[in-house]
């Protein structure tokens, strides 16, 4: 049997398959990215909920194997060499798995680093400015008199959605009619920047048609609608 002994965050959530990927997050944007990846691939996992609204990214176990206490993390327990492997940052964990299995990225090196270039457009723009919308259009940042950091994040969002939309103009995915990470990494950004965030107006999101057809598309993918609700919320 697998030992994960070494990795205290296995005693606070125990493994039944220690065999398996151990996949240690919550479904939010973020989250999504690793259990949609993991849906497509079809790699055998253990999903783990680590509750982030009770705090438990910030628990010493799960902080020994991300120091900065943000979901998702994953231990790989046959890992390089066969040895195990934990992993946090969701975009370092999207290439771990393309790199493991070959699948969701494409093999010609220059298509694999333009593929590389969108996931880190991802993680630097979409995903921080979209969280901010978030913030100052639904959450505690509402309640702020200054409307002008608002303005700021709802118009820079409004902007990298069109550098979508000009990507997608005649695509049906980021890499053409390739599907692959990038698209996995900012499904779920932009599906909550228009649901849970309720800015589906603020950002004036009915303007890009193509974005709109490709949201539509991965979304009706069934490793996606799987992924999108794993782990379980408790």
Known sequence: MTDLSAFPI???????????????????????????????????????????????????????LNPNGKIPAMIDPDGPGGKPIGLFESGAILLYLTDKTGRLIPADPARRYETIQWVFFQMASIGPMFGQVGFFHKFAGREIADKRPLARYRDESRRLIGVLETRLKGRSWIMD?????????????VRNLIGFYEARELVGFDDFSHVAAWLERGLARPAVQRGLAIPARR
């Not at 296995?10 to 990927?21: L, V």
């Not at 009619?177 to 950004?189: E, N, V």
């Open 177 to 189: 009619d390739d599907y692959t990470i990038a698209d996995i990494s900012m499904l779920g950004w």
């Open 10 to 64: 296995a005693t606070r959530w125990p493994a039944s398959h220690p065999d398996r990927i151990q996949l240690y997050s919550f479904p939010t944007p973020n989250g999504v990215k690793v259990s949609i990846a993991l849906e497509e691939i079809g790699l055998p996992y253990e999903a783990h909920a680590v509750h982030i609204g009770k705090d438990e990214s910030w628990t010493p176990e799960f902080l020994s």
